[in-house]
């Protein structure tokens, strides 16, 4: 079987991460494999059982591509060359999602996307969506009355579930939609989405990288306890309040904060909070073998996200048996349980996080208990292994 994927290679966020994984099991299988991927350079290369494509964007972020606006020309042109049995696309929000399923028709080819934006599975606001729609010369939060404190919070809700209900028209194209979670299978039904077009494959780890590799930093840094926050720095990931509560209670005097990832607030966030108060900024870490010796040192995940989809970063510390808090958004609700980690509410964070963050600091057996089970449940629920048996079976259905 030949199959064309179209995904994202730059810049670092889930997306990547979910692209370059499944790439890598794919080209190393017996199929035969063709990567698409857009860059600010065209190149191309070929040979029998590998392909390697970048097309031109205009414009990349973490959240969006732009694509140049000759490569709708160049998609077309590149599939029906190559003439895969089958396309899968990780969606990147980008014009492209719209116009390939047109593609993939004209050319006779099935066409699988994976749809995995970040959500906050709110039934009312789901239920209020065609009043938020019919607001006129009001803003979102004048017509709901929301409180002042929440204005940030409540546009972020209402921008993410924009993009959902945008999305659906063109979703319905596709031969099938691959989301991560059972909260999302719900959240696309009651969108609108006809339930025979979705399947529940979620995101995986490679949890053998994680077995072997054991490193302290403790001792380097001289410190009782390193909390480790990995994801995007940016408005809907909530860090700051992670980094008011850590500076409130003087957490830094024996205890690291790692923060690995990039984003528009980093810079902001640099200059407000030091060194000297416990953070160590390191940056998007592109080297895999370095990344898991930060995890694997690391006792705590945190994880503050307003929005979430499957968080990789919380599968990877699952994965190396960290302590694991997070938001209940998103998919996190349904990979954390009473047993193998802590779930908190996006509206107490701050409270909760006040409690949490001094008792995990000082307690080592409450943070082994919270981390027994957490490999456990990885292996037998979010396993690469099973991600790609079952990606398999969808490819052979199609």
């Not at 066409?111 to 006129?136: M, S």
């Not at 979010?382 to 490819?395: G, P, Q």
């Amino acid at each position: 079987m030949h199959v064309l994927w179209i995904g994202k290679t730059f810049p670092f966020c889930g997306n990547v991460t979910y692209t370059k994984e499944i790439s890598k099991y794919l080209t190393q299988n017996n199929n035969q494999f063709s990567l698409v991927h857009f860059s600010y350079n065209n190149s191309c290369l070929f040979n029998k059982k590998y392909s390697h494509i970048s097309l031109k964007a205009i414009y990349q972020s973490q959240l969006y591509t732009i694509p140049s606006f000759m490569s709708t020309s160049y998609i077309f042109c590149i599939i029906k060359a190559l003439a895969p049995d089958i396309i899968h696309i990780s969606l990147s929000l980008s014009p492209i999602d719209l116009i390939l399923p047109q593609i993939a028709k004209i050319l006779n080819i099935p066409v699988i996307a994976t749809f995995h934006p970040a959500f906050k599975f709110n039934i009312c606001l789901i239920n209020n969506y065609k009043t938020i729609l019919k607001i006129q010369n009001k803003t979102i939060y004048n017509e709901f009355q929301f409180k002042s404190t929440y204005i940030d919070t409540q546009g972020i809700f209402h921008r993410q579930l924009l993009v959902y209900k945008f999305y659906i028209p063109f979703l319905y194209k596709y031969s099938s939609i691959i989301v991560f979670s059972r909260l999302q299978f719900r959240l696309m039904q009651k969108l609108g989405l006809t339930q025979c077009l979705l399947y529940r494959i979620p995101n995986g780890v490679n949890y053998k990288r994680y077995e072997y590799i054991k490193v302290s930093l403790k001792e380097y840094l001289k410190c009782k306890c390193i909390f480790l926050y990995q994801g995007r720095i940016s408005p809907e990931k909530n860090l700051e309040k992670i980094l008011k509560v850590w500076v409130n209670h003087k957490m830094g005097i024996n205890c690291k904060l790692l923060i690995i990832g990039n984003g528009p607030l980093v810079y902001k966030l640099m200059h407000k909070y030091k060194p000297e108060q416990g953070f160590i900024w390191m940056g998007c870490i592109n080297n895999e073998l370095r990344k898991i010796n930060l995890i694997k040192s690391s006792n705590v995940f945190l994880l503050s996200s307003l929005i979430e989809g499957l968080s990789i970063s919380l599968l990877e510390s699952m994965s190396s048996q960290l302590a694991c808090i997070s938001t209940n958004s998103g998919s996190s609700q349904t990979v954390l349980r009473p047993d193998n980690g802590i779930l908190i509410s996006y509206k107490k964070l701050i409270s909760q996080l006040e409690i949490l963050l001094p008792l995990l600091r000082d307690n080592n057996e409450i943070r082994r208990l919270l981390s027994k089970k957490s490999r456990k449940k990885l292996i037998a629920h979010y396993s690469l292994y099973n991600n790609i048996n079952k990606l398999t079976n969808l490819y052979n259905q199609n």
